[in-house]
RNA sequence: GCUCAAGUGGCGGAAUUGGUAGACGCGCUGGAUUCAAAAUCCAGUUCUUUCGGGAGUGUGGGUUCGAUUCCCACCUUGAGUACCA
């Protein structure tokens, strides 16, 4: 009987769809385990076959954690708001919501076909308004919460209420805006209403604030800071520059702290571990005050170096810094505005990519040094960034590179500090083993001393204080998009009113055109149903607005992220319409134990998702505050581009050989053409384009035509592009799963070369011919020999360690030992087999599941117990021993393995192999390991 | 520039409490079967060799009886990050 894996691998998708084999309970006995994959945006282009890798291995995972006797939670869903949908429906006028309910039709389809074990029953998807109900719930969270620096969690809005109410703002030590005024119980009873509004508003979670955003001019929306990279979109490349808008953000630097720390306590890569850890950016320093000669104002400065304080020769002030204009004198005007207004005009890129050019600009006035009294120029320059720590620098020539460079090259002085250090080419930057000079009362003293006693001088004096400083900064959580959550918001005098949550979920409106309006609002702003009744509470036409009982509606969405900061939670309860999900389901699954997707992930997704859930936590919505506790980066599959030479300016190729003789230029041709020994199809490369149609080959002796490889990132334009249904179709899905695998680490970036999956197919063809006689099914039911279960239970022992190594390439190896040696051995017996095809099972699950049933099983071979592992099979009694001469294995010797030391020592000396290595010599040294190897020195 | 990771046959890769380098597969070579092809099966495939053997895991050094594995320096590639005060 022939393998017909499309026969075969139809029928138990239907079975398992049918039988709902992979429902998961949410009560049981049983342990649970929940492993889940970065659901996907449903692109248009349908998945190439990089897509699966991450889900064929937690797959696999999942499947042996079901073997192993867990309950095992395994979702998937789409992550379905997102630009490419929207960008399609500008061109084409068709509703984001009919593009993305094809594609996920498609994405559905071609998952199918894999064979995973999703429990379909608790799909997501973020644009669902059953499912965003629950984002804008969220939101709801975020702006009735304040952080509470002294409980350290976020807490609600009310209980912030209460302390104003008692004792004003003296006392709360909160997260909040920076420009906070300070009032007293009374002041806070007296203020208006607006006025409360306005206060409490910089200390909600979630705020309205004018801020310097990323504005993107071609896409028409902000975009976050990791949206952009190297100073372009990260989607479509386009120019990115500084405006100031209003627009809701996430306070989640309130959680830098607790996001640092919890690293600690998850299982994560670690290079994501480091670029989380680079993004929260704390320092550790001190916030420390100049008084500005001739005015009332101060500058304050972040330093991690307070102990160079004394080095201190002038200042420098970011050219957008506050107080610029204010403080310049007359005589420098004219300098000044000219420096502000050039920088101003440079993109963020250039300044970035123009690292090297000093430039700046004195402003004539002087800050008074807090401790010596002494007066320093106060210089801008834009080599201070506005967006961190105060915008302002003291600057430290003798010990910072930029200031040292900064000084060289306006003629500024560098005195210096430390003693012994020659600062005559470069800044000393190094803290270790220098000692302060020159500096008062911190003269002498090394750096840590140093660094504690001008902390302790500044708090005593009362210019400045220690302080830990953060790059992260808060997220900017508006978009001016229509394919996004509606934010559960309405304008009431200007101010943001959130809508009960019980009327939730506020449905995202039709618009007739998905482009910003012609006065510049975001695209809701096209909408004709967009108000609130406040009466009637539901959204009503924009005609009815009265800004009595009806009031205009918010008009930018959420971005991206929203939607997937919380859905992992979701998956435990998808359907209940009164919770995000259920106290005892939450309780339950707590959280994901693997989770696998992309390293692209892992300074957005990977952060606001930690954001949330601590949120929540803090809520006590959730009951942990990390939402993964292991994490894996699958990596890249890359394409193997074919290339085909043709000779310039003829309709001539050349093959592979033979270029050497021609100008040629080398042009990508379509993968498909060519086959595992390089050889292109003359013919389909001739159809392919009218232009090649009467092209000329000039081929090898052999008549082949032989292309170029070379591996390249998957993509339409380079034409290397694989598709999973054509695998799917010629090999089987369990090929497809079983090459992916094999391809090598799951963590390591490879290539796809589709010739190499006739290695695994043929191993299941003969995983296949093992159970048949011909035609015949025909399996002893005899027991197995001792050569036969030796094989089965090294296999059980090596598939077992790899699996929980998460090494799926080295078990499919493994695998194919074990089904060459079981065929040597001609061997058919049910003892023997069917351990092999639980092994195998989580790997290629339709061909174990029809050979499983074959054998007479009624139930599903994913339900059977994964065999256990007997050391006693594989106890030996010999060992072929490696004879090594100064460490060089020369030959090797069939001993037992009881012989002590010296009888082994003796054997080996004796031997007549080991007298024509030796030549004669004494040997100085025989280094006996029993049972490992014996080494003869001399 | 900084940080991290990785360099092993023609290719993907295997081997680490230091102990037979190249498992498994692709490709390639030869053979069997076939009218022929596909499929299948068998043998071989790191390099070199005077067929005894010798060399060999990016380069150079070190530790060790013994190093792909540990240490130092360098080279190359990839990823991340970048005026962070």
Redesign the pocket.
């Known amino acids: 009987m022939q393998y017909n894996h499309q026969e075969i691998e139809k029928n138990w998708q239907k079975y398992w769809a049918e039988n709902q084999t992979f429902k998961a309970s949410n009560t049981s006995d049983l342990p649970k385990y929940y492993v889940l994959d970065m659901f996907p945006y449903p692109s248009g282009a349908g998945l190439h076959v990089g897509h699966p890798l991450g889900y064929i291995a937690s797959d696999i995972y999942a499947r042996y954690k079901r073997h192993k006797g867990f309950n095992v939670l395994h979702p998937q869903g789409y992550d379905s708001f997102g630009l490419p949908a929207e960008q399609y429906a500008i061109q084409t006028g068709q509703h984001p919501a009919k593009t993305t309910e094809d594609n996920i039709k498609t994405y559905r389809r071609q998952l199918d076909q894999i064979g995973f074990s999703f429990d379909w029953s608790r799909e997501v998807r973020t644009s669902n308004p059953e499912y965003y109900k629950w984002t804008q719930w969220i939101f709801i969270q975020l702006f009735n919460s304040w952080y509470n620096k002294e409980s350290d969690k976020a807490e609600d809005i009310s209980t912030l209420i209460s302390i104003f109410e008692k004792e004003g703002n003296a006392t709360v030590n909160a997260v909040c805006d920076e420009d906070i005024i300070s009032f007293s119980a009374e002041e806070w009873s007296a203020f208006s209403a607006a006025k409360k509004e306005e206060i409490l508003l910089q200390y909600r979670l979630t705020f309205l604030s004018d801020t310097e955003v990323n504005w993107c001019p071609a896409l028409g929306t902000v975009l976050a ?2 949206e952009i ?2 100073g372009v979109s990260e989607r479509g490349g386009h120019a990115v520059v500084r405006k100031k808008m209003t627009q809701w953000s996430m306070r989640i630097s309130a959680y830098a702290q607790r996001l640092l720390d919890g690293l600690n306590t998850i299982d994560w890569p ?2 994501l571990k ?2 989380q850890t ?2 929260i ?1 704390r ?1 550790q ?1 001190a916030m420390v005050s100049f008084k500005i000669d001739g005015f009332e104002d101060s500058i304050s ?5 307070p102990d160079t304080i004394f080095g201190v020769s002038f200042m420098t002030l ?1 050219p957008e810094h506050e107080l610029v204009s204010k403080i310049t004198t007359d005589a420098q005007k004219e300098a000044v505005a000219s420096y502000v207004e050039a920088t101003a005009k440079r993109s963020e890129r250039d ?2 990519a ?2 090297k050019t000093i430039s700046g600009a004195f402003t004539g006035a002087y800050a008074i040094h807090p401790f010596s009294g002494e007066k320093v120029q106060i210089w801008i320059g ?13 600057a ?1 020539p003798c010990g ?1 590179q ?2 040292y460079d900064f000084a060289k090259h306006f003629n500024i002085p560098i005195p210096n500090i430390f003693e012994n250090v020659d600062i005559s080419e470069a800044a000393h930057a190094d803290k270790e083993g220098i000692i302060i000079a020159n500096s008062d009362f911190l003269s002498g003293l090394k750096y840590k001393k140093a660094l504690k006693l001008a902390i302790y001088e500044m708090e005593k004096r009362g210019f400045g204080y220690g302080k830990v ?1 953060y ?1 992260l900064r808060d997220a900017v959580f508006s978009r001016q998009r229509y394919w996004g959550e509606p934010f559960p918001v309405y304008y009431r005098d200007g101010m943001p009113q959130m809508i009960d949550a019980k009327y939730l979920p506020i449905v995202l409106p039709d618009v007739e055109k998905y482009l910003p309006t012609e006065d510049g609002k975001p695209p809701l702003g096209n909408a004709e149903v967009w108000a609130w009744n406040t009466k009637t509470n539901e959204v009503v036409a924009n005609e009815l607005i009265d800004y009595e009982t009806v009031f205009p509606l918010e008009l930018n969405t959420m971005p991206g992220w929203a939607g997937s900061s919380y859905y992992f939670n979701r998956y435990m309860d998808p359907n209940n319409d009164n919770e995000i999900a259920s106290k005892a389901n939450l309780g339950y699954w707590q959280n994901i134990d693997l989770y696998i997707g992309g ?2 992930h ?2 957005g997704h990977l952060l606001y998702a930690r954001f949330w859930q601590k949120f929540l936590f803090d809520k006590g919505v959730v009951p942990v505050d990390e939402f993964a506790k292991k994490l894996i980066n699958q990596g890249m599959i890359l394409g193997t581009s074919a290339f085909v030479f043709r000779v310039e300016n003829e309709n001539k190729f050349v093959s592979q050989s033979k270029i050497a003789n021609y100008k040629v230029q080398a042009i990508h041709t379509d993968v498909s053409f060519v086959n ?2 390089d050889e292109l199809d003359i013919e389909a490369f001739k159809n392919w384009r009218v232009e090649f149609k009467d092209a000329a080959f000039i081929t090898e002796e052999d008549g082949s035509f032989k292309v170029s490889r070379e591996v390249e990132k998957m993509s339409k334009s380079k034409y290397n592009v694989v598709n999973p249904d054509d695998i799917v179709a010629e090999y089987g899905a369990d090929a497809l799963r079983l090459f992916e695998m ?4 799951l963590e ?4 796809w ?1 589709t ?2 999956i ?6 299941l ?2 995983l296949w011919k093992l159970f048949f006689n011909g035609e015949q099914l025909e399996i002893s039911d005899e027991a197995a020999t001792k050569d036969e279960l030796k094989i089965v239970h090294k296999t059980i022992k090596k598939v077992e360690e790899d699996i929980e190594n998460f ?1 799926f ?2 078990s ?2 493994t695998f ?2 074990a089904v ?1 040696e079981l ?2 051995l001609i061997c058919n017996k049910r003892e023997a087999l069917e351990p092999l095809l639980i092994l195998l099972s989580p790997y290629a699950p339709h061909i174990t599941e029809e050979l499983w049933h074959k054998l007479g099983h009624t139930t599903s071979i994913s339900t059977a117990p994964f065999p256990v592992f007997d050391p006693k099979h594989l106890i030996e009694s010999a ?2 021993y ?1 004879i ?9 010797l069939e001993l037992p393995l009881d012989l002590s030391k010296e009888e082994i020592e003796k054997i080996v000396l004796d031997h007549p192999k080991t007298q ?2 030796l030549q004669g010599r004494t040997p100085k ?1 025989v ?1 006996v ?1 029993p049972g ?2 014996v ?1 003869i ?1 001399g």
Not at 742 to 745: H, S, V
């Open positions: 800071n990791d990279v190297n670690q290079p480091d670029s680079n993004w950016g320092s320093g400065v972040f330093t991690t170096r970011a300044r970035m123009d690292v834009d080599y201070v960034l506005a967006s961190y720590g105060t915008g302002a620098v003291m430290v910072d930029r200031d400083n790059r390293s692209e892992a300074t595992a020994s094999f391809l090598g680490p390591q970036t490879k290539p070369k010739s190499g006739s290695g695994v197919y043929s191993f063809k003969k090494s390439n080295t499919v190896s194919m030992i060459n065929t040597a060992k072929n490696p090594s001469f100064n460490g060089k294995m020369r030959f090797t024509a290595q040294k280094i390991v490992k190897i080494n020195v």
